[in-house]
């Protein structure tokens, strides 16, 4: 059928992809589609705010069937492997928990047919909704991991459309209330035990990923070409020392930290 051929076809490629990454660990995210991000054979709807609108897991929670095959997939291509599944776009624990019981139905399903499952599974929410922060305490109990989608959680918080030129330099990811938030995300996170990493072209930037270290962060998801330059940063730093210095200016009124964190790096001859 034209659904199992779906399912051979994303097994196929997800299993290539475990096969190239050995031993190291792969972090496979759920269908995010919308706003943005388009397909040539998803056809959506017009809609007059597509960064807030029916995208990623409202997509797959709506569409359960697309999600299901998916996740199918997913399992078939890990079965006696390890398994890390994210789920983007969360803006609520009740979303989450609804896309872990789709999981658990294909988990449900594989058992029943007696198919080999992953040996470990790991299950993570994608924070870009500032609303799903609020939740935290009762995120974190149920979730193995989380991320950061930087991207879209600076033009939420802002009410700020990343896309719009107009916009582009008005907010700067090194704001105090972006950074604010992004530290007391990782303070609840790390009293949780729960990993936390930073996605997004931020944790790209050799002077971001400095801030995101000092509010916390200890993973942190980049472009390959851009790892050597951030790793020469990470190699120079004083990490109790940046702390302490991120603590005092986001205390500060401004509209960005970034030059008063571009002299901290300046002086400590930290490669930036």
Excluded at 114 to 124: A, F, I, T
Excluded at 128 to 152: H, I, K, Y
Excluded at 196 to 219: F, Q, S, V, Y
Excluded at 227 to 254: G, H, Y
Aim: charged share 25%; aromatic share 6%; net charge neutral.
């Amino acid at each position: 059928s034209r659904i199992m051929k779906g399912v051979e076809t994303q097994t196929e490629i997800y299993s290539r992809i475990l096969d190239s990454a050995g031993d190291k660990p792969v972090v496979f995210r759920t269908l995010d589609i919308g706003g943005d991000k388009v397909l040539p054979y998803w056809r959506g709807h017009d809609e007059d705010n597509p960064a807030m609108g029916w995208r990623a897991i409202r997509i797959g929670l709506d569409r359960p069937a697309l999600l299901r095959r998916q996740l199918r997939a997913l399992l078939h291509a890990a079965a006696g492997r390890r398994l890390s599944i994210m789920f983007p776009m969360v803006s609520s624990v009740a979303e989450f928990e609804a896309a872990k019981d789709l999981l658990q139905r294909e988990i449900d399903r594989e058992r029943a047919f007696g198919d080999r499952l992953p040996s470990e599974m790991k299950v993570g929410a994608m924070l870009e909704v500032p609303a799903l922060a609020l939740q935290l305490p009762q995120l974190l109990p149920r979730c193995d991991f989380v991320s950061l989608g930087t991207n879209d959680l600076v033009q939420f918080l802002f009410a700020a459309d990343r896309t719009n030129p107009r916009l582009a330099r008005r907010y700067d990811v090194l704001s105090p209330a972006m950074l604010t938030f992004i530290r007391d995300i990782a303070r609840q996170a790390a009293a949780h035990g729960t990993p936390l990493t930073a996605c997004g072209e931020m944790a790209g930037h050799p002077l971001e990923a400095l801030a995101l270290i000092g509010c916390g962060l200890r993973r942190l998801s980049m472009a390959p070409q851009v790892v050597d330059q951030v790793k020469t940063m990470l190699r120079s730093l004083e990490v109790a020392s940046l702390e302490a210095n991120i603590n005092q200016l986001l205390t500060l009124p401004d509209h960005s930290i970034r030059e008063q964190l571009r002299s901290y790096a300046t002086d400590r001859d930290i490669p930036i």
